[in-house]
């Protein structure tokens, strides 16, 4: 994993509680990436290292710094000291690029629509980019859900492509706090619905279209399950996860155990509390163990089980990269009272 530290040359405000950091590419080494993908972020705070992965919403082919947007969540340790803490000039580490969620050119698809609500329109505006530029001949449409335009992110950003591209991208914006104005005839009250959605589609070629979804399960269960009626194919729908969906059941016969984490050559007992994974309780026990995206799509915190039983819960896809042995411990959860982990050689 390629580590590298970058300048933060500007902090934009996107909205009350919404901010973009931008920096400098490296002077040697450029940091290559696929729009879609997200860049993870380390600070030191309170003396305890923190990481946390953020998609960019810049896009390789259109901006000329590397971009992340960061919404402040309330009681979120990590976002609320960029936000009042990260300054113009400011060095940061990061790790290179990671993430699937990106856009493949292909010849049949001639459509493509771009689902998302709130923070979730980080991603999809970055692949929005890409794609107004590289692909000409894609029709680009969005469909966007906030509680009005105060709070809509790259609002600016959006009407300009709108000028920019007004043949070939189409918006339509869903608001929560409606207020009806005839200018704004493309907005629509409440949150995107499955009736909109089936209208939307009815009369357009689905096998010729591609789906990304960025935002809610609730919101992303609405897309596919109108897009199965349709009889979209599955290949061409994306979505992105940021969070680990946990079914209550999973953990009936998880309890209270301890598990021997071996890292940089040193072996340490870490109580696992039922409900932790086993990477969050290593974090509490001070012990720095790399990781990224926390819902097992990455492998960055990937650990070898020696002895003992282990179970993943709440992998947010399938995994044909791992071996029998192979746990990615951010959704890993002791069995058994002798699990013995090893992390890296």
């Not at 897309?223 to 969070?243: G, R």
């Not at 026990?285 to 097992?296: D, K, N």
């Not at 042995?325 to 050689?345: K, R």
Request: proline share 3%.
């Amino acid at each position: 994993m390629k580590n590298y530290t970058l300048k933060v040359h500007d902090v934009k405000k996107e909205t009350q509680d919404t901010i973009t950091l931008c920096f400098k590419q490296p002077g040697l080494r450029k940091i290559k990436y696929q729009a879609g993908q997200y860049l993870t972020l380390s600070f030191r705070i309170n003396g305890r290292k923190y990481t946390r992965p953020y998609s960019f919403s810049s896009a390789p082919s259109a901006d000329a710094f590397l971009e992340t947007t960061i919404k402040r969540v309330p009681e979120g340790v990590f976002s609320n000291y960029v936000h009042d803490s990260i300054q113009v000039g400011d060095i940061v580490e990061v790790m290179e690029p990671m993430g699937d969620f990106v856009h493949t050119n292909d010849e049949s698809i001639n459509e493509i629509y771009f689902w998302g609500v709130g923070s979730g329109i980080t991603p999809l505006i970055s692949i929005i980019k890409e794609v107004l530029i590289s692909n000409p001949l894609v029709q680009v449409n969005l469909i966007y859900g906030n509680k009005n335009f105060e709070s809509t992110i790259f609002l600016d950003t959006i009407n300009q492509l709108l000028v920019q591209y007004t043949s070939r991208l189409k918006v339509w914006h869903f608001h929560t706090q409606y207020t009806h104005d005839e200018k704004h005839h493309f907005v629509k009250s409440g949150r995107i619905n499955q009736e909109f959605i089936l209208n939307l589609l009815k009369d357009v070629a689905i096998e010729k279209t591609a789906h990304y979804i960025c935002g809610p399960v609730d919101l992303k269960n609405t897309i596919k399950e109108a897009l199965a009626v349709l009889e979209c194919p599955k290949a061409t729908i994306f979505s992105e996860d940021f969070e680990l969906v946990k079914d209550p059941k999973d953990f009936e016969d998880i309890l209270t155990q301890h598990v021997n984490i071996r890292f940089q050559g040193n072996d340490t007992l870490v109580e696992v509390l039922k409900g932790k994974s086993v990477l969050e309780s290593a974090l509490d026990a001070g012990i720095e163990l790399p990781y990224s995206c926390q819902t097992g799509s990455c492998n960055t915190c990937k650990g070898k089980l020696k002895e003992g039983k282990m179970r993943m819960i709440g992998l947010a896809k399938d995994r044909d990269d791992l071996e029998k042995e192979d746990y990615l411990l951010c959704c890993s959860y002791p069995l058994t009272d002798n699990v013995y982990v090893e992390i890296g050689n």
